[in-house]
């Protein structure tokens, strides 16, 4: 089993729809989780961290559930620009970090 | 300014060549990474300097040899490649080097293409 999983994708979606990613992970002891960004032949670029109260930024959405090990991130009011490939990354007792394989989000107008 | 450099943004280089990969950050992170990132994967830990010190080496094959000079910068020396090498590579820095450590930022990337 991989340590961080998540639906490859691709998910079409129109501009202006919510959209939903769901990240399982499988070390219980790990520390901090975030959501990445990358756009095709870019960096990756940090969209945001995630705790356990949940947390906002604008039209994205970031929510944890330690109990199931999983996160989640929500984009409402999809912009064409939010197409990308969104990583879910984990950290535990160590420097690294462990990147889900990515899912694909394709906005179209 | 969360900005870490990159030179050269491309580079084509010969199995018998040597080159070497820069990196820079003036954030006073003291925590540096090279990654490898082959095509539709995410990003593979090459190494990681903790306050200017190796602190994990992924199995890298010796070919790759890193080095860092001071705390804002991460050399990645290349020698004898094979193709299979080619890939983007990825130098990330973050603000500690603690375990569990805090949200890293990458920077642009070389393009290394192995003839």
């Known amino acids: 089993r991989k340590e961080v999983e998540q639906d490859p994708g691709p998910f079409n979606v129109p501009e202006g729809a919510t959209v939903a990613f769901n990240c399982t992970y499988s070390?219980?002891?790990?520390?901090?989780f975030f959501w990445y960004r990358q756009d095709c032949r870019k960096e990756p670029k940090l969209l945001m961290s995630?705790?356990?109260s949940g947390n906002e930024d604008g039209r994205f959405t970031a929510q944890l559930n330690r109990a199931s090990q999983y996160i989640s991130l929500l984009i409402r009011d999809s912009k064409l620009s939010d197409s990308a490939t969104y990583l879910c990354v984990v950290t535990y007792n160590t420097d690294k970090l462990i990147f889900g394989t990515g899912t694909r989000l394709q906005v179209f107008p | 300014d969360t900005e870490v450099t990159q030179t050269p943004k491309h580079l084509v280089m010969g199995m018998t060549n040597k080159k070497s990969l820069k990196c820079e950050q003036h954030m006073g992170h003291r925590a540096m990474y090279w990654y490898k990132q082959k095509a539709k994967k995410p990003p593979e830990l090459m190494f990681v300097y903790s306050y200017e010190k190796l602190s994990i080496n992924e199995s890298v094959p010796s070919r790759f040899s890193p080095e860092c000079p001071n705390s804002s910068l991460l050399n990645l020396h290349l020698h004898a490649l094979q193709p299979e090498d080619s890939a983007l590579y990825l130098c990330?820095?973050?603000?500690?080097?603690?375990?569990?450590?805090?949200?890293?930022?990458f920077g642009p990337g070389t393009r290394l293409t192995v003839t």
């Open positions: 995630v705790y356990s």
């Open positions: 070390n219980s002891a790990s520390q901090s």
């Open positions: 990330a820095s973050s603000p500690t080097g603690l375990a569990g450590t805090p949200e890293q930022y």
